[in-house]
């Protein structure tokens, strides 16, 4: 099969399409035929060598985590996925491998996706929709009636928080470029906030704060989070509470459930899937490189079977 590969930790330009041995499932293992995969900052970060302390990956290193596909063998005591499924999955980012024609994973790390959706839909979930869905629910226990603000509301996080924040019956506001404004409200976001000519922190406290962007956002968010209120950072691992407020770090690893649940929105027509950009499996360097950038609208998605 063939997979992207780095040699070294370093510019992304140096992803390289390579031959690579076809991954044998273990007994209860199955091998995902991988049609489509989604790139995040994540692997950007590894990529170039930013991450190592937190995921030691090894060289030659294969990016991506978020994939989906076909199973196409299965191993004996595999169990609840079978041949011929339609799949979306995570990959453990310190093996990576997502970029690449073929993966093994635990069927507990699968969900089975409906025909409705496609290859390209469900490989932008686990990670994007994973981090949002954690980051609201199980970090900041949004409530309904509670007013949120989301940083980066046009990104593959933001886009999946603003739509669950807003169906979890909270007050959203979210932050994006003027051209982004528009998606922003289609998404649900009640307030949409130009970050480059609005001034957010002059909008009333928020019980919680979602923040993408670190830095001066971050430090600005302090400003219009409420007494009791929870400023949640997925970008910041220092934050501390502050004056009664609490700051807490975001740090998302489990991505099965909220994947079933995204995939049961999704049934239900309550869930868009804002796709950038695709890509194809031999421009994966150029796909990381949009991500990179720091202003992809929604998921950046490579086709790898086609
Ligand atoms: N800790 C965790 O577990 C965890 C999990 C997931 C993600 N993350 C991190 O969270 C960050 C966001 O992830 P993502 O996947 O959502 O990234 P992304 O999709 O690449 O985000 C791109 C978006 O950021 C927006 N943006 C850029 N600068 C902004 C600013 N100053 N204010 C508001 N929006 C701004 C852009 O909007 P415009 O184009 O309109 O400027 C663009 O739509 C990344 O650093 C990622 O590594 C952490």
Same mark, same amino acid.
């Given at each position: ?15 390289? %399409? *390579? ?85 093994? /994973? ?17 490989? /932008? ?24 603000? %989301? ?15 807003? +169906? ?70 220092? %934050? ?20 079933? +649940? ?20 031999? *421009?994966?360097? /150029? ?16 086709? %790898?079977?086609?």
């Amino acid at each position: 099969m063939q997979a992207a590969m780095i040699q070294r930790f370093g510019p992304h330009a140096e992803v390289a %399409i *390579e031959q690579a041995a076809l991954p044998v499932p273990g007994a209860q293992e199955v091998v995902v035929r991988i049609e489509a995969a989604a790139v995040n900052p994540l692997d950007v970060k590894i990529v170039a060598g930013h991450m190592g302390q937190v995921f030691p990956a090894e060289l030659p290193y294969t990016p991506g985590c978020d994939f989906s596909g076909v199973v196409t063998a299965a191993g004996p005591l595999a169990g609840s996925v079978k041949v011929g499924d339609r799949v979306a999955g995570r990959s453990d980012p310190v093996r990576g491998g997502a970029f690449a024609q073929a993966i093994v /994973a635990h069927p507990d790390a699968l969900v089975v996706i409906p025909s409705a959706m496609s290859y390209e839909q469900a490989a /932008a979930l686990p990670s994007a929709f994973g981090s949002a869905h954690h980051a609201l629910f199980d970090v900041a226990a949004l409530r309904a009636g509670q007013r949120v603000l %989301i940083h980066a509301g046009a990104g593959g996080v933001g886009s999946f928080a603003i739509q669950l924040a807003s +169906q979890a019956g909270a007050r959203v506001s979210a932050t994006a470029s003027a051209a982004n404004l528009g998606l922003l409200r289609e998404l649900g976001a009640d307030d949409a906030i130009d970050y480059r000519a609005d001034d957010f922190t002059r909008l009333p406290a928020f019980d919680v704060i979602l923040d993408t962007v670190g830095g001066a956002t971050l430090e600005r968010s302090w400003q219009v989070l409420r007494q009791g209120g929870i400023l949640a950072s997925l970008v910041d691992f220092t %934050i501390a509470p502050r004056d009664g407020r609490r700051g807490t770090s975001v740090f998302f690893t489990e991505a099965t459930a909220a994947l079933k +649940q995204a995939v049961a929105l999704f049934g239900a027509g309550k869930l868009e899937i804002v796709i950038d950009s695709l890509y194809a499996f031999d *421009e994966t360097g /150029a796909a990381l490189a949009k991500v990179a950038s720091g202003h992809a609208r929604g998921k950046v998605v490579i086709r %790898i079977m086609r």
